[in-house]
């Protein structure tokens, strides 16, 4: 059986290993990691080698920070992490299944390294969201003999028991959770950036738009204690942590499940007052609970970016009924009319799905009229995508495909034109950009985050990952602008 039934049950934290390892009622989860951690220093010692384990990551922001648990429980074991282009004992692919091709694209990655596996030994552990489904999970058990530990989106802090019982006993270890269950506090956790965070503060969704797969495979809410996020943004700020990032399917119900009203805008002010920390977002934020009292608090607090992300999916009323969505194309205009008036400087990225079943020229014509009135600075924009569970899924799929590309090329040419437009604002300006390090395309400039998040990339002297710097912009396209100059701030 793969889908192991559990039930929901309280949340438990597991103590910070100190000096040994204390716990208090989660005992089994730091005598796995000693178990495995034994092992492997007796493998150096017998050797002088260590074993090596790289991660895979598809998917959305959920997914980078489980992987940063992922390589903190692994490294807790005595694993060494290396880049995605070394060989490893252990590759562990973090899946999404949110369209089909982020799914075929996962099984043509494990697929393509039976042979590298085969050759060096190694194996492949898949989680994520993916292996939340139970057809995925026997595809994978009937067809990718590589893959030998397979667990889901609500067993992740179970990983060093399954290594355990694969490492000892050789056979597969498949399981995975059926249902969320704690949530689960002080796992160890190895972060990718010293000088930005990922911080989740509310796990799952209960939103079912009828199109999406992600409460399938992620649960129900559960958001955490305040005070539990309140000591890792503490924790991050003293460690050099400048910018840190709110994360939950929809942040703006953070706090219901525990009963509080309008928690998220009280978390953001709470954060005003951590010293060290200078940039606050978060995502994403559905747009039928933005309350007024978010927009207030968005506004009050210095730290919390001028930058939003507010998904709108469809501009059409009509195909937004039955994406169950929740509000209208009009609720969606003037709640950004109410946000621009109060906070004139802030910068809007949405997701847009183009192809819903059903979707009409008129329809389309929709959601172009919303790109053009609102004016998005950045749009992820996405062909519909059936997937299997969900109740669009049953909606017959009317419209030629050749439609839907075409539909789709307008939408981006036209989002390109306006993202374009909105940059040119900046050329001539200086800007305050967070550095994240080399650009990737052009390793001899820096890249980095305005605090509306554009990219920038620059040339500029003893400036370092992390610097808060000042760049002045000469040239400014849809996806990045260009500068020069860092002069650092403070
Ligand atoms: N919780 C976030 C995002 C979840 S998934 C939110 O509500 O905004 C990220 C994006 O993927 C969604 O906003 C949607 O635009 C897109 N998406 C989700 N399911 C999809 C599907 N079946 N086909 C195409 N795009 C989809
Ligand atoms: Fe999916 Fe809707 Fe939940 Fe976002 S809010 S994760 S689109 S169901
Ligand atoms: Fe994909 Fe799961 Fe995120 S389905 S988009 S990784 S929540």
């Known amino acids: 059986m793969d889908i192991k039934k559990n039930n929901a049950g309280d ?41 090596k384990f790289k991660i895979e990551i598809f998917g959305c922001q959920m997914n980078e920070r489980d992987s940063e648990t992922i ?51 190694s194996f492949i552990i898949a989680c994520g969201c993916m292996m939340q489904q139970s057809h995925v999970v026997e595809k994978i058990r009937k067809s990718y003999h590589n893959v030998k530990i397979v ?27 059926e249902k969320e269950d704690k949530v689960v506090e002080e796992l160890p956790i190895k972060r990718t950036d010293k000088h ?13 738009c009828s199109y999406c797969i992600v409460p399938h495979v992620r649960g129900r809410e559960r958001s955490r204690d305040i005070n539990d996020v309140l000591a890792e943004i503490k924790v991050l700020a003293e460690d050099g942590c400048k910018e840190i990032t709110l994360l939950g399917q929809n942040v703006n119900s953070y706090g219901n499940d525990l009963g509080e009203k309008d928690l998220f805008a009280r978390l953001l002010y709470a954060i005003e007052d951590i010293e060290g920390i200078e940039r606050v977002r978060f995502m ?55 946000i621009k008036a109060a906070i004139p400087e802030i910068a809007l990225t949405t997701d847009i799905i183009v192809g819903f079943p059903g979707e009409t020229v008129e329809d389309f014509e929709d959601t172009l009229d919303v790109v053009k009135k ?10 519909y995508s059936p997937r299997k569970g969900t109740p669009a899924a049953k909606l017959e799929q009317d419209i030629p495909s050749g439609v839907i590309s075409a539909r789709f090329k307008k939408l981006v040419d ?16 200086s800007v305050e950009v967070l550095v994240d390090g ?38 400014a396209g849809a996806f990045w602008l260009e500068g020069r100059g860092g002069k650092k701030l403070g």
């Open 414 to 429: 036209l989002q390109t034109e306006i993202a374009t437009d909105l940059a040119k604002k900046f050329e001539g300006k």
């Open 284 to 338: 994403t934020s559905h747009p039928k609970d933005l309350s007024d009292s978010l927009i207030e608090a968005m506004k009050t607090c210095k730290k919390v970016c001028n930058h939003l992300h507010l998904p709108f999916q469809s501009g059409s009323s009509r195909i937004l009924e039955k994406m169950n969505r929740r509000y209208t194309k009009e609720t969606y205009l003037e709640l950004v009319s109410r």
């Open 11 to 51: 949340r438990f934290r597991l103590k910070k290993p100190s000096g040994g390892m204390g716990v208090d009622n989660a005992p089994e989860f730091s005598e796995w990691v000693e178990e495995i951690r034994n092992q492997n220093t007796a493998y150096t010692l017998e050797t002088g080698k260590t074993k």
């Open 151 to 177: 667990f889901g989106t609500h067993n992740i802090h179970t990983l060093p028991q399954l290594l355990y019982r694969y490492i000892t006993g050789k056979k597969r270890v498949f399981e995975v959770w």
């Open 438 to 475: 080399p650009s990737k395309n052009n390793p001899e400039m820096l890249s980095g985050r305005t605090r509306s998040n554009r990219l920038v990339n620059f040339k500029a002297e003893n400036v370092n990952k992390g610097d808060t710097v000042y760049v002045d912009i000469i040239r």
């Open 71 to 121: 390589a903190g429980m692994l490294t807790d074991m005595g694993f060494e992490e290396v880049s995605k282009d070394k060989p490893a004992d252990v590759i562990v692919f973090v899946t999404c299944c949110v369209r089909e091709n982020a799914e075929e694209r996962i099984y043509g990655h494990i697929g393509a390294l039976s042979g590298e596996c085969e050759e060096n030994g």
């Open 374 to 383: 609102v004016g998005f600075d950045a749009a992820y924009m996405f062909i």
């Open 196 to 208: 930005k965070a990922w911080v989740s503060i509310i796990l799952g969704c209960n939103n079912f």
